[in-house]
Every structure is written in C-alpha cells, then in structure tokens.
C-alpha cells in the first residue's frame, strides 16, 4: 500500500461543468497517472507526471488536464464535463526502486 | 506500438480447479510484464512482475506466470482457485526502467468460482 488517497470518491454532476480530482501520495513517488477505467477498454492511461510542474498527455487525454504543484498532489481537471466523461478514474504511483505502480481506490464519475 | 491482448473476456471455474488466464504482448524489445487483480469496488493490487531472469516468476496468493518469448505470451496460473479469488485481471506491459513507468493494460479477464 502506498499510501494513495483520491477524492472525492464519487461524484455526479451535469455536462459542461467543471471537475476537478485529486490524488495524494505519502510516499513521495517521483512519477503519477491518472487512468480511466471503462468496461470493456480495461484501464487508458490519461495524463502522467515525472516531476513537480512536469506533466505529459497519455492515450486518451482530450477534454482532460492536469496540474502537479507539489510531489504528493496530482489534479485532474475536466474543464467542461461530458457524459462520455462518465468512468472510474485511478490514481498511481510508481515506486522507482522496485518498479511498480500502487493505485489508489479509484474515483466513481457520472456525468448527467 | 506497445499492446497487450487478454484473449478471454470472462472465464468461470469450479473452486479447487486450475486456472490459467492468457495474455499476449506485442513489443520489440524485452517488455516489463505484470499480471494485477481487481476485486470489485476496488483498486488494482500487483499479483506479480517480470522483468529478466528466471521466466517463470512467482507472486502473491498462490499465483505464478511464465515468461514465454517465442510466443509473446505471460500467461497467469493457479494450481487451486479458491472462491476468493472471483475479480478481474488484469496483464500490462512496460517500456522499461530509465523510462516514465507507462504501462499498457489489456482488456481484462474476469474470473467466476463456481462453488
């Protein structure tokens, strides 16, 4: 367990308004993701970041944006949500020692 | 580019049985392999990884994978599934250390235990 914690954990809101997600680490992990999981697709990577204020686009990452201002907090924005939007997004974290990535729970999204 | 193909989208097994869940990864040079579980409602948790050596590799709660590279395959065992094991699994492939850890997951397979 590395100590990720993602709120909220579930939200609802309508189409075309904003949402931010957030992700907090404890074990000061250089690299973060945020994926969505939709059924079918298993898990899209969206965006990631190696660093403070160091972020690149993943596979599937229109209509989203991050921010990293400090090592322990990841953001994901939907500027302007979209009932494709509507998913179970993850957080994770790599460890560089041993390689892996730990996901938080995940947070459950509807957008009406 | 990288892809990870998990053939069956559902397979139901009695408890006790063996289990055996396929993947196939397409990448040209030597790929970081992991098999994760997801039990419903919940995150990914890493049953194991592979990433040179010994090809048949050994994880958490009873599982092991081998690495076969002649068939681009890592595919995922259980001698005895018990009914706790009923989840969703998942292979990824990585692009290496020195790189930024992304991984590329296949679609999920997700197990039933028939009692």
């Known amino acids: 367990d590395a100590g990720i914690t993602q709120s909220p954990r579930h939200k609802v809101t309508e189409t075309g308004t904003p949402v931010t997600l957030r992700c907090h680490q404890t074990e000061n992990h250089r690299y973060m993701y945020w994926y969505r999981q939709d059924p079918g697709h298993g898990l899209r990577l969206i965006h990631y970041?190696?660093?403070?204020?160091?972020?690149d686009k993943g596979e599937v990452s229109d209509g989203y944006s991050v921010s990293r201002s400090k090592t322990e907090d990841f953001l994901l924005t939907l500027e302007s949500a979209t009932s494709s939007q509507t998913s179970v997004y993850f957080c994770?974290?790599?460890?560089?020692?041993?390689?892996?990535?730990?996901f938080g729970p995940g947070t459950r999204l509807t957008v009406t | 580019a990288q892809s990870v193909t998990q053939p069956d989208i559902h397979i139901t097994v009695s408890e006790g049985a063996s289990l055996e869940l396929r993947c196939n990864y397409s990448y040209g040079a030597t790929p970081y392999l992991f098999w994760y579980v997801q039990s419903p409602g919940q995150g990914l948790q890493l049953l194991l990884k592979?990433?040179?050596?010994?090809?048949l590799v050994q994880g958490i709660k009873g599982f092991e994978a081998e690495f076969k590279r002649s068939q681009s395959s890592f595919n995922l065992r259980k001698p005895s599934v018990h009914w706790s094991d009923a989840a969703e699994y998942f292979c990824a492939v990585g692009d290496g250390q020195g790189s930024q850890g992304n991984l590329i997951f296949g679609k999920g397979t997700k197990l039933s235990v028939k009692p």
């Open positions: 970041s190696y660093g403070v204020k160091d972020t």
């Open positions: 994770a974290t790599l460890d560089g020692n041993s390689y892996e990535q730990y």
């Open positions: 592979y990433f040179s050596g010994d090809t």
